[in-house]
């Protein structure tokens, strides 16, 4: 890749290509719906795909499911998808949002670039457990109210990943006083103040 990169993945120019195209689906599409906030439209591969790319480099060995929370315009959920369809064609990834436009969005972004991925139109809360070996989510909620999601859903040696701003730390710090978890903070490629939390090992903290 020279043109266009993803910091720290290797791809062809045929997935790069893929991304590219999502990128124009989602400024199609932002013209009628809200996918991206307008602030951001004209820096979707940096602020957008190439932040969610990078999550795929914390992908654990052996990963059959992965689930994605919230996944508005794509963000990683889709970015998950085409990447995995080089690196790891025997994940599959689930893509839970409930704005019913937005599930439509996924849903034709799926056709159009031949992605077999499931979207659940539903709230979070209403859809039973998955048993993922991976769950994700960016910019949906505290970190708090993302581990209750993940102890819900993900299997008992599942990975949480998820990139949080530059308030990460004080998240953390709100977190520990419900839950206990293994954390690993990684540097995030796009942000240098942001990070990605690789979880693990959730579960109610004994005072709360």
Same mark, same amino acid.
């Given at each position: 890749?020279?043109?266009?990169?993803?910091?720290?993945?290797?791809?062809?120019?045929?997935?790069?290509?893929?991304?590219?195209?999502?990128?124009?689906?989602?400024?199609?599409?932002?013209?009628?719906?809200?996918?991206?906030?307008?602030?951001?439209?004209?820096?979707?591969?940096?602020?957008?795909?190439?932040?969610?790319?990078?999550?795929?480099?914390?992908?654990?060995?052996?990963?059959?499911?992965?689930?994605?929370?919230?996944?508005?315009?794509?963000?990683?959920?889709?970015?998950?998808?085409?990447?995995?369809?080089?690196?790891?064609?025997?994940?599959?990834?689930?893509?839970?949002?409930?704005?019913?436009?937005?599930?439509?969005?996924?849903?034709? !972004?799926?056709?159009?670039?031949?992605?077999? @991925?499931? =979207?659940?139109? %539903?709230?979070?809360? *209403?859809? #039973?457990?998955? +048993?993922?070996?991976?769950?994700?989510?960016?910019?949906?909620?505290?970190?708090?109210?993302?581990?209750?999601?993940?102890?819900?859903?993900?299997?008992?040696?599942?990975?949480?990943?998820?990139?949080?701003?530059?308030?990460?730390?004080?998240?953390? !710090?709100?977190?520990?006083?419900?839950?206990? @978890?293994? =954390?690993?903070? %990684?540097?995030?490629? *796009?942000? #240098?103040?942001? +990070?990605?939390?690789?979880?693990?090992?959730?579960?109610?903290?004994?005072?709360?």
């Amino acid at each position: 890749m020279t043109a266009v990169g993803l910091p720290g993945i290797d791809v062809s120019r045929e997935t790069v290509q893929s991304l590219l195209d999502f990128e124009m689906l989602v400024r199609k599409w932002t013209t009628a719906i809200n996918l991206v906030s307008k602030s951001t439209v004209s820096e979707i591969w940096q602020r957008h795909i190439c932040d969610s790319a990078q999550i795929f480099q914390h992908l654990p060995t052996g990963t059959k499911n992965w689930l994605d929370l919230g996944s508005g315009g794509g963000f990683p959920g889709i970015v998950i998808a085409i990447l995995a369809r080089e690196l790891a064609p025997e994940l599959r990834v689930t893509l839970v949002e409930s704005d019913k436009r937005k599930a439509t969005f996924l849903r034709q !972004a799926a056709q159009q670039f031949g992605l077999d @991925f499931t =979207v659940l139109d %539903k709230r979070i809360e *209403s859809i #039973p457990p998955q +048993a993922a070996d991976v769950l994700s989510a960016r910019a949906l909620s505290p970190l708090s109210d993302l581990l209750s999601h993940a102890s819900t859903h993900l299997r008992p040696e599942g990975v949480a990943i998820f990139p949080k701003g530059a308030r990460y730390n004080e998240e953390l !710090a709100e977190a520990r006083s419900i839950w206990a @978890f293994n =954390v690993e903070i %990684k540097p995030s490629c *796009s942000d #240098p103040g942001a +990070a990605i939390l690789v979880i693990r090992n959730i579960h109610r903290a004994a005072q709360a």
